[in-house]
């Protein structure tokens, strides 16, 4: 099984809310990541968990707060967020992050910031 | 540091007939490739990968992608489009030394007509 579940599918907030974005694997996978997708564009890299320890953070702005609570679980906190965060936000895992392994992505969620 | 061009930002093909998209990478060493599928508003789906080895690479639904070291690319086939291939392809690179960060290219909107 090489599915990535997120919720919600998706999410309206305003700019002085406080949400949080869902992931979570049961492949056993020890690496997980978040991505941004804006339409017509190819994905890109926030955050990088490996063995639940961040391990990059492509200086994301701090109104986007990563979490890492277990091997299985991915959060995006979101605080604070700007009209131009809408996007389609995407989480991966992979089998641990070293080297170049295959990563899986879960469906997405559609975050619209009004 | 690596990049992954797709020359074609749209192609449309027919149904039946044969379909190529074109990547071009660019990295120093030996690289990791992959192509994924996406359907409107959905998470990407993997559709085949290389590593080493046989230079020909088969993947799923009847997808087949080829790795030309001396070109510099690893362009994706299909002998016979369905309508259900309509979707945006991504090509990426990953890097052993970059910590498993994957780069996209820009992407091939394909659409297929009846």
């Known amino acids: 099984d090489t599915e990535v579940t997120q919720t919600p599918k998706h999410l309206v907030m305003g700019m002085t809310n406080k949400k949080s974005l869902k992931c979570e694997q049961h492949?056993?996978?020890?690496?997980m990541y978040w991505y941004k997708q804006k339409a017509k564009k190819p994905p890109e890299l926030m955050f990088v968990y490996s063995y639940e320890k961040l391990s990059i953070n492509e200086s994301v702005p701090s109104r986007f707060s990563p979490e890492c609570p277990n091997s299985s679980l991915l959060n995006l906190h979101l605080h604070a967020l700007q009209p131009e965060d809408s996007a389609l936000y995407l989480c991966?895992?992979?089998?641990?992050?070293?080297?170049?392994?295959?990563?899986?992505f879960g469906p997405g969620t559609r975050l619209t910031v009004l | 540091a690596q990049s992954v061009t797709q020359p074609d930002i749209h192609i449309t093909v027919s149904e039946g007939a044969s379909l190529e998209l074109r990547c071009n990478y660019s990295y120093g060493a030996t690289p990791y490739l992959f192509w994924y599928v996406q359907s409107p508003g959905q998470g990407l789906q993997l559709l085949l990968k290389?590593?080493?080895?046989?230079?020909l690479v088969q993947g799923i639904k009847g997808f087949e992608a080829e790795f030309k070291r001396s070109q510099s690319s690893f362009n994706l086939r299909k002998p016979s489009v369905h309508w259900s291939d309509a979707a945006e392809y991504f090509c990426a690179v990953g890097a052993r030394a970059a910590g498993n960060k994957l780069t996209f290219g820009g992407g091939t909107r394909v659409l297929v007509k009846p």
């Open positions: 991966a895992s992979s089998q641990d992050g070293v080297g170049t392994d295959t990563q899986y």
């Open positions: 290389y590593f080493s080895g046989d230079t």
């Open positions: 492949m056993g996978h020890r690496a």
